[in-house]
């Protein structure tokens, strides 16, 4: 089956995890109906853009027809360097995007595919990543607002690539460790980003698909913490650049994925 070809090439490239969504189902999924309402973020860091109108740069599903390669990349505790900024991004991310051009050059050659490279950010031309993670059969958006895996945990990095044909999705997979986890990631964050409702969600004519699963994600408090991680990180006097090590304290404290 095509489907399974895609996924093989994706995982012969280096991919931990890969799997398909289709383009009508994003259009439909809690982010993407969301997104409107929430207003534009840019950055690495996330931050608001008061100036921007919320429906500049709509997202690429709002396309008709085709599908979507997601792929995910482990990022493991013990190797912290695949998630550290050093100025020109991740290491990891520099991975991902090596994978998914390995992938689309064979995918366009083997199978006469046309494909189109996603930018990461929503607001210029991506698609929200773990909706369609999910939606792929990666796993679930857990307690912690972030995608939760089987085997990683939420311990992982994804990218995207657009195929113009529909193919067949893999997903969404029946998977929630959530249910009857005490949720340690909520009590772990620094900057208690998960200890409650937000105000911002109360009158959204949305899903009942909220971040975090309940609305209780503060993007403005995560955003805090990354701020002060950044004010770490930068150019140093002898010309290095000391990276950023961003705050992941919810996704070690989560226990799916961890062995033992």
Known sequence: MLERQIIDRAIDNGAHLAGLATMADLRSSPSHRIFPEMGSHTGIDG????????????????????????????????????????????????????????????????????????????????????????????????????????????RVRLRALFLEQEVRPTGPLAFDPCATCPAPCRTVCPEHALSGNQAVFADMDCPADLPARDGAYSRASCT?????????????????????????????????????
């Open 47 to 154: 931050r608001v853009d008061a100036a921007t109108p919320r429906d500049r740069n709509p997202p690429v599903c709002l396309e008709s027809g085709g599908s979507v390669l997601v792929i995910a990349l482990a990022h493991p505790e013990d190797q912290p360097e695949l998630d550290w900024w050093d100025g020109r991004g991740t290491a990891g991310n520099r991975q991902l995007i090596e994978i998914l051009e390995r992938t689309r050059q064979q995918l366009e050659s083997d199978f006469d595919l046309r494909t189109r490279r996603l930018h990461y950010y929503v607001e210029k031309g991506g698609v929200f990543l773990k909706d369609a993670a999910v939606l792929a059969g990666l796993g679930c958006v857990g307690k912690n607002n972030l995608l939760v895996t089987p085997d990683y945990g939420p």
């Open 224 to 260: 805090n913490r990354m701020l002060q991680n950044d004010a770490e990180g930068g150019p140093a006097d002898n010309g290095d650049v000391i990276p950023v090590k961003y705050c992941r304290q919810c996704e070690f404290a989560c226990p799916v994925g961890k062995i033992g």
